[in-house]
């Protein structure tokens, strides 16, 4: 895949903290299929002192990753543990195809994971599932809509006139796609 100059290829990973790796390890990769790709143990004179952690990577189909740090000491867990907002505005979205959104809604359903940790919300341009993982993380899971083409290019050719009338106040939804 050949990128525009200047901009970044590819998500390389996006990094999180865990209070449990191994409820993480098994949401990640036995519930949602991530393959646990790597698993450093490691310690490094971070941020003025020795840190230990365990920092691990699961596998996206673009070669980007999630990552997660567990710290061995109680206190670097505390001052770097997870600070996630309870919140839906606050998550990570994962392009996928409608089969394998339903496979991974098949295994959240198998995990028992319920309302309100999961659920599904049309929007129109694109069809996301949620779930929440052990950390209270938001995982969204988006098919586009089978025109995502064209709605893509109508937002690009009007996003800074929409965000300029947004911001004026007046809120008026473009979104005609409901």
């Given amino acids: 895949m050949t990128g ?12 999180y903290v865990t209070t449990d790796m191994e409820k993480t390890r098994r949401f990640y990769e036995d519930v949602i299929g991530l393959p646990l790709l790597a698993a450093w143990s490691e310690s490094d004179q971070l941020f ?36 996630m907002p ?8 994962l ?15 198998k995990a028992g994971i319920r309302e309100p ?9 694109c069809r996301s599932l949620y779930v929440e993982d052990p950390n209270g993380m938001i995982v969204e899971f988006v098919v ?18 929409t965000l300029k009338r947004w911001l004026a106040g007046d809120h008026t939804s473009n979104n005609t796609y409901r």
Avoid at 52 to 71: P, R
Avoid at 144 to 161: G, V, Y
């Fill in 4 to 15: 525009k100059a200047g901009l970044p290829q590819r998500l390389h990973h996006t990094a």
């Fill in 48 to 83: 003025g002192k020795l840190r230990t952690y365990c920092h691990t990577f699961f596998g996206l189909a673009d070669g980007g990753a999630l990552a997660f740090f567990q710290f061995a000491n109680a206190d670097d867990q505390a001052e770097f543990g997870p600070k």
């Fill in 86 to 93: 309870p919140s839906p505005f606050h998550h990570i979205a």
């Fill in 95 to 109: 392009k996928v195809d409608r089969q394998t959104q339903d496979a991974i809604s098949a295994r959240i359903a």
């Fill in 117 to 125: 940790q999961t659920y599904i919300l049309e929007h129109g341009y």
């Fill in 144 to 161: 586009d809509h089978p025109d995502a083409e064209k709605i893509n290019a109508d937002r690009l050719a009007d996003a800074h006139q």
